[in-house]
């Protein structure tokens, strides 16, 4: 993995954060306090600029409302999801939706599609949130990460490998919820990437896809099983 200056950490599940070369930092689903993969150390946000939310589930904006409130980040997701965390409090809003590219700073993010659903629990009420996104999010030292949300494989993914060829794909491979490993695998033959980064999978006991699955699906790919808390720099 080649990540030239950026600074990768995973907090477990599918949050993770990146400290770009410019001193950034950027943090996609935001489940960290109440999220039981994420080592204590980890637990308090210290800085945020940019929080990119995939979709409405509580394991992946489940700490989004306290976290801008402490850290008043731009905050990036579909409109539907937008507006509920603005009723909430987040005042630098940059919604945007699936196929458009806006540039926030020296980085770009281009939101592109994931098949899955998309409500927030908001207490006893049910919220229509859009429809659930992926990332691909391209840095000013040129690499491109694609960070899949929850989803299944879809034959489009092709049209992401076309259109932005990113080299890292964060995928789930959990199951149950999202996407085993075997479709994991299939959409790695779908995007062609250099390294894989496997997540959404250990959480709870139903999530039962592992690394070690997916790599024997893959060949030429490298997989990067990460630790939660565990910080990649090169
Ligand atoms: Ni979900
Ligand atoms: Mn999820």
Known sequence: MHLKGLQLTWLGHATFRIVTPGGRTVIIDPWIMNN????????????????????????HIGDA?????????????????????????????????????????????TMVHADHSCGIQDGDQLIYGGEACGFVVEFE??????HAGDTNVFGDMAIIRELYAPEIVMLPIGDHFTMGPREA?????????TTVIPMHFG????????????????LGIEVVAMKPGATVSN
């Not at 993969?37 to 995939?54: F, N, W």
């Not at 937008?82 to 020296?106: E, H, P, S, V």
């Open 36 to 59: 039981p993969m994420c080592p204590a150390s980890e637990k308090k946000v210290k800085h945020v600029d940019i929080l990119l939310c995939t979709h409405g589930h509580g394991d």
């Open 65 to 109: 409302v306290e976290i801008i409130k402490q850290h008043n980040p731009q905050v990036v997701g579909i409109p539907e999801l937008c507006g509920w965390l603005q009723k909430k409090g987040a005042k630098k809003i940059a919604m945007m939706n699936k196929g458009g590219t806006q540039t926030l700073g020296d980085i770009k993010v």
């Open 141 to 146: 030292n040129g690499v491109k990460i694609y």
């Open 185 to 193: 695998a299939y959409a790695c033959n779908l995007l062609k990437p």
């Open 203 to 218: 959480t709870f006991p139903v999530l039962t896809g592992t690394p070690g699955e997916l790599q024997k699906l893959v």
